[in-house]
């Protein structure tokens, strides 16, 4: 009995700490991924069947107008199903003479595609007004590029680095915050790189080059560069009006959108391993730790998770957003869509390119949760 109820607490302990959020997070995303196409559909005249967050049975439903909306059992995903989107009509879809011209598959194929693109891009949006409330509510804490103390026998020592200098960038490279020199440093060990430095009134250019050296992130080493410098740990908070926190939101969004692209560049030339990719396991533990950080830290992590997956969506895959967006430019090109023969066959190879990576991301998962355990 004892163990039973131990079992129970830790699970209690889970559900509430790590699932719960994650389950709210991924909600808030997924809904707004479909609200874009769901709202494009209609400004196009398309006629929405189903609005579903979640699939397999239904826990709610509800019709209101042409549209049923509902909740379901499985909370990883959603759908907005409309009129003639497939190709095999359904019962529920069956086309009365009014509709024909409401069907998806009889809009111009510039249309469907905006249809398609709106999902990530509101999922972009909601990266955007998530940094936005972020930035114009809370402001942001800067810790300044100054240099606290200089390593002996480093590369900082050796180019004549001192303490007290504040970085201002690095191989052109514009530098605010300390954390921001490390990432200029990317790929740079054993590469001189041009160092701009405020030292007193005096403004002065020092080649250093940086050493290599190895950090661990999520069971893999990591090569990074280093110049051997600590920060001066001063920090200073800036407020931002509406105008500001926008244009910061804005330089966020962005920065995470070169981010994901860089990090899939660097996965596909080996730089990055693949064991590093992570699944529904490891976002739900880091929903769960940023809940428990703070509400401007999980909006912050929910505004990155958000990023990627209306970046991924995008990726020219069949059953993603971006496949079908590349069904539509051979339709384009071509002056007529697939054959469905070809489209299956299309799909059938998108579908395995999606099991194989999340075959690969769950095992990476399990993996990791079994590496946390002595």
């Not at 699932?19 to 479909?34: A, C, K, Q, T, W």
């Not at 080493?221 to 926008?246: C, D, H, L, Q, V």
Request: proline share 4%; glycine share 10%.
């Amino acid at each position: 009995m004892e163990v039973l109820l131990s079992l129970f607490k830790n699970t209690g302990h889970l559900a509430f700490y790590y699932l719960l959020p994650f389950i709210i997070v991924l909600g808030i995303m997924v809904f707004f991924h479909e609200l874009g196409h769901f709202i494009v559909a209609k400004l196009f005249n398309v006629k929405v069947l189903k609005f579903a967050l979640g699939f397999g049975p239904k826990i709610l439903a509800k019709v209101w107008g042409e549209t049923e909306y509902s909740i379901r059992y499985i909370p990883l995903g959603g759908f907005v199903k409309m009129l003639g989107e497939n190709e095999d009509i359904e019962e529920d879809e069956v086309l009365a003479e009014e509709d024909i011209p409401r069907a998806f598959n009889n809009k111009h194929p510039f249309k469907r595609m905006a249809i398609v693109v709106a999902g990530p891009f509101f999922n972009v949006l909601l990266a955007f007004l998530l940094y936005w409330g972020i930035f114009y509510f809370s402001g942001a804490y800067i810790r300044f590029a100054e240099i606290g103390n200089v390593l002996p026998d480093s590369p900082a020592s050796r180019a004549g680095l001192l303490k007290g200098d504040v970085i201002k960038s690095i191989d052109g490279i514009s530098i605010e915050d300390f954390l921001e020199i490390q990432e200029a440093l990317f790929g740079k060990s054993g590469i001189p790189v041009e160092v701009y430095v405020e030292r007193g009134n005096d403004l002065i250019f020092l080649t250093v080059i940086p050493d290599e050296f190895k950090q661990e992130a999520y069971g893999q080493e990591i090569s990074m560069a280093r110049i051997g410098i600590e920060s001066s740990g001063n920090y200073a908070k800036k407020e931002f009006g509406p105008w500001g926190s926008m244009k910061h939101a804005a330089i966020e969004t962005w920065t995470w959108i070169t981010r994901i692209y860089d990090t899939i560049v660097k996965l596909l030339t080996g730089t990055y391993s693949i064991n590093m990719m992570g699944g529904p396991i490891m976002i739900g533990q880091m929903t769960g730790e940023f809940a428990q950080a703070g509400l401007v830290a999980l909006a912050g992590f929910m505004a990155m998770i958000s990023v990627n997956l209306g970046i991924i969506n995008l990726f020219p895959i069949p059953i993603l957003d971006g496949g079908l967006i590349l069904l539509l430019l051979v339709e384009l090109l071509t002056g007529r869509p697939l054959n469905s023969k070809t489209r299956e066959w299309v799909q059938k190879i998108g579908l395995s390119l999606i099991i194989l990576l999340m075959a690969v991301v769950f095992y990476n998962d399990i993996v990791r949760v079994f590496n946390q355990f002595p």
